[in-house]
């Protein structure tokens, strides 16, 4: 599983993450929901994504 939470707070150079901080920005800048946001996150699982066809 990704840890995105981490990975956000590291400030991690990869566009994913990146578009974390557009997304609290522009959708919810007081921060209201993050632990929600990032508990679905939770359940990506990057590994065994089926390849984009």
Same mark, same amino acid.
């Given at each position: 599983?990704?840890? #995105? &939470?981490a990975a956000y707070g590291a400030g991690c150079d990869? &566009?994913?993450v990146d578009e974390?901080? #557009?997304w609290? &920005?522009?959708?919810?800048?007081l921060r209201k929901n993050e632990n929600e946001f990032f508990r679905l996150l939770d359940y990506v699982d990057?590994?065994?994504q089926a390849e984009k066809s």
């Amino acid at each position: 599983m990704t840890d #995105y &939470r981490a990975a956000y707070g590291a400030g991690c150079d990869v &566009r994913a993450v990146d578009e974390l901080g #557009y997304w609290f &920005r522009y959708h919810d800048s007081l921060r209201k929901n993050e632990n929600e946001f990032f508990r679905l996150l939770d359940y990506v699982d990057v590994k065994h994504q089926a390849e984009k066809s």
